[in-house]
């Protein structure tokens, strides 16, 4: 799971990228299963699986996918596989040969392999390519040179594929013109360490062109590093699932473990005049509903998970601007209320004038 002596222990960005998988797992399995008319299958594959657990018993990715599969295993959920593969030979006897395993193998179909990262991604592309099969993908890779543009638009580009990739933003920054590095989305410059994770996420986004898609990053500090998972999705709904599992990680923000605007300080240290990323996106929000650049609450909905905002956050600021007579009404922010119940609703801006 990570290049410190993974056998021993987690340390605590593993851990990080463990419940973000976990919690992610925990609510996404639900909506394919109770969605078997339009999916014949769940396929999860774990491309960099490891040993399946530490020498001190906590569990890895092998494990929280099984164990978040078992939950919601039962006669009327379609067929679900599970394929994990690693390049080295020991992590695959050591996951194969646990006792735990046989329990779900049982119920499930698993898959176990020892091979590298492009075999296991070539191998996937009947899942990836399907729109009958439900998809995710976790690439715990080492470094960065595995997320490469060609595997990443191959991603994006599949229909019914959500997927959450590790990627080590430090190493990219500190070698960024390395020979290794030349088929990896990068930025042109970076700026302040803090924002190292976004400015690679963004990079990976602009690679993408215009296409309507999904791109969210969680920035873990580790040490005087910041690294991160990168998330994509090209459903609403992924993107909804995924914000909600950060900012379970991150009530303060939902994007990290730590504060942007100073690292060495906890939530509760930090100054109430300090612009926040709730507050910073609020009057981004109440400038593009007053120049009329969003219309509608599907309009809002949309652009606050591109932003990574918590729905329910911005249901609130809503309440505001209708209370600081901006808008007439509220409206409604949610998923069910906008896709599953059609409830899209026009905004009604008040005559107040514009404060510039």
Same mark, same amino acid.
């Given at each position: ?217 969680? *920035?873990?500090? @580790?040490? %005087?590093? /910041? ?7 090209? $459903?609403? #709904?992924? =993107? ?46 109440? *400038?593009?509903? @007053?120049? %009329?650049? /969003? ?7 949309? $652009?606050? #998970?591109? =932003? ?49």
């Amino acid at each position: 799971m990570g290049k410190q002596n993974f056998f021993d222990d987690f340390s605590e960005a593993t851990q990080i990228k463990i419940d973000l998988l976990r919690n992610y797992l925990y609510e996404w399995l639900p909506v394919f299963i109770h969605s078997p008319q339009f999916f014949e299958e769940i396929h999860i594959y774990d491309t960099f699986c490891g040993p399946g657990k530490t020498k001190n018993g906590k569990l890895g990715s092998p494990f929280v996918i099984m164990e978040a599969v078992l939950n919601y295993t039962s006669e009327k959920t379609p067929p679900i596989k599970i394929f994990f593969s690693d390049a080295k030979k020991e992590h695959i006897e050591n996951l194969t040969s646990s006792k735990e395993l046989h329990k779900i193998k049982n119920k499930n179909e698993i898959v176990i392999s020892c091979k590298d990262f492009s075999t296991a991604f070539e191998d996937a592309q009947p899942s990836l390519r399907s729109k009958r099969i439900a998809t995710f993908m976790f690439i715990d890779q080492f470094g960065v040179i595995n997320l490469t543009k060609e595997i990443f638009l191959q991603l994006c580009n599949s229909p019914c594929t959500d997927w959450m990739a590790f990627c080590s933003s430090s190493t990219l920054r500190r070698f960024r013109e390395h020979e290794n590095f030349k088929d990896v989305p990068k930025p042109e410059n970076f700026g302040a360490l803090k924002d190292s994770h976004r400015e690679v996420t963004e990079a990976y986004r602009l690679a993408l062109g215009t296409k309507d898609y999904y791109l969210l990053p969680f *920035s873990i500090k @580790q040490g %005087k590093n /910041i690294n991160g998972i990168i998330f994509g999705s090209g $459903h609403v #709904l992924g =993107a909804d699932k995924f914000i909600k599992v950060c900012w379970k990680e991150d009530t303060f923000a939902g994007q990290a473990n730590y504060h942007f605007d100073n690292m060495e300080a906890s939530n509760k240290q930090c100054s109430l005049l300090t612009p926040t990323k709730l507050t910073l996106y609020e009057e981004e929000l109440k *400038s593009l509903i @007053q120049y %009329k650049t /969003i219309k509608t609450n599907q309009d809002i909905y949309e $652009h606050s #998970l591109q =932003a990574g905002i918590l729905p329910k956050k911005v249901s609130k600021m809503i309440k505001k601007f209708v209370t600081t007579g901006i808008l007439e009404k509220t409206v409604l922010i949610s998923y069910d209320a906008i896709y599953k119940k059609k409830n899209i609703t026009p905004l009604l801006l008040t005559k107040k004038k514009i404060q510039l």
